[in-house]
């Protein structure tokens, strides 16, 4: 087996080759509409997309937060982690040390039952090992799991004493990977603590979401780079762990309802600033509306290019900081400093490789625009963007400047949408979480034939 910081190495790269995909994947949504409004020049654009989401991937950490801590359970124990079953078995059995007389206190009584039958000379049914695998998932989340006498002589960092002391005042999935930390220093032999499974299903949901990624783009499909991800961690986490591993609350809030509301408000907004400057601007020549709106738009697809690295540059920032948290290195999903430099910098110099095929479908196939349509979509999305990365929600930027630029041509009239497009476009969107969620748990199941993960 590979050791963990040789999987935390191949994770961290190939986190930042997403990064890069996701880069020139989605150059198109900052871009697509001064480009195809010839507003500015191909490259003129991409320069600009490539410099702003840089500075936009610098601005908040709130998504990577999400991403990192909020979608799946990287604390619970698996069976997998039980590095020596049998000894941890025999400990339970008969405990000569406090914790572990702690821990026997608080096994379920069908554990104790099948501790009862245990002998050291054979190794624990799987039944056993589950059943203490899940005992052990039961007692992270308890809040009186420390005591000065109790993990005495156990090797705990002065601030890890110092959380354990405040148990009671943390939140739930804090209090979890601090009572797994300490229980694993107090069975350093018994619990793997290297979570190098964890490793492997970060990897594989990053797989599953750059094949899904290089397979859209190839077809100048605009699919959502985040989702793709995220039915990347589904995927891996369910064929790993069970559906347990997901944390499903979090799914539903953070992802699929913004995955629905995020394209819908772009499209009424879009709808309502188009509509707007319709009426304001009835009386005004045709000419100098456009040429104001040249100047306009400038501004709005830099907005649109900020926000757009607001919110997708952290999508890798939370996967690497993830499996910093699950490999022990960082206590918490806090974003390291050289993880946000290294994901803006990469995502700035993927923007620069551009996205044509999904320019053309972007810029030229939904609607014919013109400036002004332009920057109403643009506007529209750059405040979608910016409000859902406030609030740490992983959205599609290119759902949200897909729903901004329907609404801005629906504002005129339905019939000038071409519709069968947007059918085609929504056809990927639902496709892309169970799609990704498929390469990713294959993936996993291929790492494991190599002996990774299990």
Known sequence: MLELSMILVLVVVVSLAFDYINGFHDTANAIATVVSTRVLSPRSAIIMAAGLNFLGALFSTHVAVTIASGLIDTTRFQVVDLHRPSAL????????????????????????????????????????????????????????????????????????VKKAEAANTLKPEKLANLNRTMLEKAFPHELDSGMDSVQVVILAAIIGAIVWNLITWKFGIPSSSSHALIGGLVGAAVIHGGIQTVLWQ???????????????????????????????????????????????????AAAMAFTHGLNDAQKSMGIITMALVSARLIAEPVVPTWVVFSCATVMA??????????????????????????????????????????????????????????GVGSSKRLSAVRWGVAQNMVVAWILTLPAAASVAALSYELFTLFGLGR
């Open 349 to 406: 110099l993927g923007t620069s490789v551009g996205g044509w095929r999904i320019i053309k479908t972007m810029g030229h196939k939904i609607i014919r625009l013109e400036p002004v349509h332009g920057f109403a979509a643009e506007t529209s999305s750059a405040i979608v963007l910016f409000v859902t990365s406030h609030f740490g929600m992983p959205v599609s930027t290119t759902h949200v400047i897909s729903g901004s630029i329907f």
């Open 250 to 300: 979090g799914i539903v809030r953070k992802v699929l309802i913004p995955l629905v509301g995020s394209p819908a408000m772009g499209f009424i907004l879009g709808f309502l600033l188009m509509g707007s400057i319709f009426r304001t601007l009835a009386h005004v020549h045709p000419g100098r509306v456009s040429a104001a709106f040249r100047h306009l738009q400038i501004f709005s």
């Open 89 to 160: 078995a025999a400990k339970l059995k008969s405990p000569t040390e406090a914790v572990s007389r702690y821990v026997t206190e608080q096994l379920s009584p069908a554990t104790r039952r099948m501790l009862q039958e245990f002998t050291p000379e054979v190794a624990p049914t799987k039944e056993l090992q589950t059943a203490m695998v899940n005992d052990f998932n039961r007692i992270i989340t308890q809040p009186d799991l420390y005591s000065a006498e109790r993990f005495k002589g156990v090797a705990l960092k002065p601030d890890t």
